[in-house]
């Protein structure tokens, strides 16, 4: 498969920079009023502040992970559609920083991406053979994240009562796996459902889907302290 063919079907298409080899350095004056700069302070706050992002963080970090801010997340300029990824070949978590201007949507990205890496730390993910394995991951993204919470679906003037959490999560994991794999929405439906209930109740390492803020801390709450029941007996 020739290179273009490659990128376009593993998504790469859509991260520009990654195709660059070394990521391009500007100068001091140019990253303190850039994209750029305010991504990195962003990313900073999400991961010092975020009870999503710190759950994850130490949840890897437990599982032989660790993640360091300046070799596993890459501030970069992505197509318009997208917000971030994850490049399993790399290790590495994207975030789009033309495409992200608020705090609440860089945390949100930083914890859906952080589920992936999650996910290829403990278990043997095939990223790219393997469409089940893909949806599986992007079904947990879009369920554990804070992605379908009331408050951002009402944001997006969805609306729904009877399981909708559920159809917001099939609906973005599908979109996602469409938006990276040349794959028709017939095959991708057909496999999202395949794996979609085993999935959607894969709730580590959070214990329970986190519907807000509070939830996460109540999460984060339960990880840190899970050691000291089995101490106690």
């Not at 490659?6 to 920079?17: A, N």
């Not at 609306?159 to 040349?182: D, M």
Request: glycine letters at 6%.
């Amino acid at each position: 498969m020739d290179q273009s063919k490659e990128e376009e079907q593993y998504g790469y298409d859509l991260f520009p920079e990654r195709n660059m080899g070394k990521f391009k350095k500007g100068s001091i004056g140019e990253s303190l009023f850039t994209f750029n700069h305010k991504c990195q302070v962003m990313l900073q706050f999400a991961m010092e502040t975020s009870p999503y992002a710190k759950l994850l963080l130490s949840a890897m970090k437990s599982s032989g992970c660790k993640v360091f801010k300046d070799r596993h997340f890459s501030c970069e300029d992505c197509d318009g559609t997208v917000s971030g990824g994850f490049d399993a070949a790399s290790s590495q978590i994207v975030l789009c920083q033309n495409n992200i201007h608020q705090q609440s949507h860089m945390t949100r990205v930083v914890t859906h991406e952080l589920i992936h890496a999650f996910d290829h730390c403990r278990a043997h993910v095939d990223w790219f053979n393997n469409f089940r394995h893909l949806a599986c991951s992007e079904i947990r993204a879009a369920n554990l994240s804070g992605d379908c919470t009331f408050r951002n679906e009402a944001a997006r003037f969805n609306f729904g009562l009877k399981q909708h959490h559920q159809a917001c999560v099939r609906g973005r994991a599908l979109r996602s796996i469409l938006a990276v794999r040349n794959i028709g929405r017939e095959e991708a439906e057909k496999i999202v459902d395949e794996v979609f209930d085993t999935c959607f109740n894969d709730h580590a390492p959070f214990g329970r889907i986190p519907h807000s803020k509070k939830d996460a801390r109540f999460a984060y709450r339960d990880y840190k302290n899970r050691d000291r029941y089995y101490t106690n007996l």
